[in-house]
């Protein structure tokens, strides 16, 4: 049996009139850039992150990237980003002139560990950026009590977790702003590039508008030296298409994960760990292993496709050399880098595609 590490077939399968419908609607309608189907989506997806406003932006980076820029992060500043992430965390930063400043994450969670955040708190720090990474939220009240203290921004990194959720309450709704991505692999995807930041800052969500669309507020009008990042139209209707799947599609997710973490019993594989105050999505379904090359060798053999997050971590990254660290470093951030392997997971896998996973997995030696 050959696995796919992430299969779109089987909701596409379930949206194929509607997407058609979808596309066929916008094709007709000659209005490509900031008409009804972008506002339509964000009005819904404001809603469903509990947030009043919601900014559609070109992709995830930009959606952290202009929240930084709304917020007034510049040159000289300092933001706190886990040092096990994607790579996109930190370019947000980069972005806006300041300096990511990287703090280990728990590693059985993989998210930012709270307890190290304020040690790397200096005068020139002015925002945390928390991931909550593989779709499992980070303990984000612990980091909103820190920031608090220290009078620091918070902008949540939601761009693997759409719909997860942090003692009941949905993540994205904690922050100043949050942003996501909807990368086609993602929980929510669209079928390109596409992105949005949301929060209840009124006078912020304009800005992050106006920021992404040249600096505009109205035609040929700057106020600042803005970029080129909005949401088209074909895209927001696609995911206002997709959304009132996404609560079904991440139930069929949470339970795949439960048969993973019932079957395996391997004790070569560390198995995710979730804490109580987590209801993930399993974006990633994340093992950890000593012998994860071995691992993944023998899985591919298999016909089971996995992937690596993140093989190489920023600190070690050639873009980053410059902040002048050496392996050894992060430790933590590291081991996971050399020991992390993803394992299929997605909408629509079947019974005997999990059982299969879970059997090589089980036989591994």
Partial sequence: MNIPFVSFKPLEKELDKDLRSVFERVYNRSWYIGGEEDAKFEDEFAKYCNRKYCVGVGNGLDSLFLALKALGIKKGDQVIVPSNTFIATALAVSYVGATPVFVEPDIRTFNIDPTKIESAITNKTKAIMPVHLYGQSCDIDLIMKIAQKHDLFVIEDCAQAHGAKYKGKVIGSFGDAAGFSFYPGK??????????????????????????????????????????????????????????????????????????????TNPEIILPYVPDYAEPVWHVFAVRCDRRDDLETY???????????????????????????????FPIAEEISRTELSLPMYYGMTDDEIQCVIDRVNEFR
Avoid at 308 to 325: N, R, V
């Fill in 187 to 264: 929980n929510l995807g669209a079928l390109g590039d596409a992105g949005a930041t949301v929060t209840n800052d009124k006078s912020l969500a304009e800005k992050v508008r106006a920021l992404g669309n040249y600096g505009s507020d109205y035609k040929y009008h700057h106020i600042y030296q803005g970029n080129n990042s909005r949401l088209d139209e074909l895209q927001a209707a696609f995911l206002a298409a997709k959304l009132p799947l996404l609560d079904k599609v991440n139930e069929n997710r949470r339970e795949t994960a439960h048969k993973y973490l019932e079957g395996m």
């Fill in 299 to 329: 899985l591919n053999k298999n016909g089971i496709s996995t992937n690596k997050h993140y093989p190489i971590p920023i600190h070690l990254q050639e873009c980053y050399k410059d902040l002048g660290f050496k392996e050894g470093d």
